[in-house]
């Protein structure tokens, strides 16, 4: 089961020659822990370095992407920068614009950046949907599609995002999961360069301009956690009546939601994996407190779209629309992935969000909040 962990009590520690300082901080990311978890974690921490193990696992990937088959021998020399993702995940698309940043900035000086993808929703297991989020995000490095999660085990991976640092004998050196320290992990790439005989390798950081998804959270006002739109989410579920699995059902709305909860209007069949629209007219809410919402959602069928529209406490969010609606709340439907509906400016209070779907055949998966 997937879920949202709240990491505090972050602690990073580097092993590389002589001892660097440790740091501390807050980040997020996606663990694969039971649901509601939230757990103080020791962040990056390294006890010593490992053997070659994870990095042959990098050979089981099922195929390759803007690259040939990478194996650990072919790697030999290189410093590695291995980062677990997976498209839909809001946490590793704000990495994202760091991650691309170093690929570009320390090719010609050794450094190899593998996206390694674990898919965490069973569609982004399809290879064209990676295709599609590879040239939609542009990513140019090379990227191992770890549909089984073989590669995550070899790793003892549980987060997205997670990245590992291998030096140039193919030891994982350090390790750091969710979002943030992002001049610290530059710091990392660096120092393993310079070990393994990079010259001329600088001690400035990247500096980067992110839009849309990929602009960091306000994390001082998101007090919303991820939230899925499925049978093991009922938890949060307040539509009168309650949910029943795997079976179609009129919902309704309540008279008042209270934060964090969500609940359907119209004809669904709420699954183990997702919420299933039947019917035209069908709407979910959710009162949140975020600067940002997004929805993890698609057809039900490849090549059809799904026209929706958004409200905010009842009214069309104007300057508060997303990336992908306009300012009358108004969008479409047309991939399987993360939608941004919701960009608040200004203060940040708590708000009820409302999607309508004008056809049969949405399929709603997660809330994240930004």
């Known amino acids: 089961m997937k879920t949202k962990q709240i990491l505090v009590a972050a602690v990073l520690v580097i092993a590389i020659g002589a001892p660097f300082a440790a740091f501390f901080g807050e980040t997020q990311g996606e663990s694969v822990s039971s649901p509601g978890t939230q757990l103080p974690f020791l962040h990056g921490y390294n006890a010593g370095p490992s053997g070659n193990t994870e990095l042959a696992s990098l050979e089981r990937a099922s195929e390759w992407l803007n690259s040939g088959p990478l194996t650990a021998s072919a790697l030999r020399g290189k410093v590695v920068l291995v980062d677990f993702w997976t498209y839909t995940c809001i946490n590793w698309r704000r990495t994202a614009p760091y991650v691309r940043a170093w690929a570009e900035k320390y090719k010609d000086q ?27 995000m542009k990513i140019d490095y090379p990227v191992a599609v770890d549909s089984e999660h073989v590669i995550w085990r070899a790793f003892s991976n549980q987060y997205w995002p997670a990245l590992y640092f291998i030096d140039a004998k193919g030891r994982v050196r350090y390790q750091y999961f969710g979002e943030g320290s992002y001049a610290q992990s530059e710091m990392m790439i660096q120092a393993l360069l310079r070990e393994a005989g990079a010259k001329d390798v600088g001690r ?26 499925r049978y093991d989410g009922i938890g949060t579920f307040a539509s009168p009546g309650g949910a029943a699995l795997d ?74 629309h997303g990336t992908d609606v306009d300012e009358q709340g108004n969008g479409t439907i047309t991939e399987q992935r993360l939608y941004q509906l919701i960009r608040q400016h200004g203060a940040v209070q708590e708000r009820e969000f409302q999607i309508e779907f004008f056809a049969p055949g949405a399929e709603a998966f997660a809330f994240t909040f930004g």
């Open 110 to 136: 050794g450094l190899v950046v593998v996206g390694v993808h674990s898919p965490e929703f069973a569609f982004e297991k399809n290879v064209s949907n990676i295709r599609w989020a590879v040239k939609d």
């Open 204 to 229: 400035e950081t990247v500096s980067v301009d992110p839009g849309g998804l990929e602009v960091a959270a306000d994390w001082g006002n998101l007090r919303s956690p991820e939230s899925y739109v």
């Open 247 to 320: 079976q179609p059902r009129m919902y309704s709305l309540p008279a008042q939601l209270r934060q964090n909860e969500w609940a359907l209007s119209g004809d669904w069949t709420i699954r183990q994996d997702a919420s299933a629209l039947n019917k035209p007219g069908g709407r979910i809410a959710y009162r949140f407190h975020a600067r940002d919402l997004h929805m993890v959602m698609g057809p039900a069928s490849p090549g059809m779209s799904v026209k929706f529209r958004v409200l905010i406490d009842g009214q069309p969010p104007g300057a508060a």
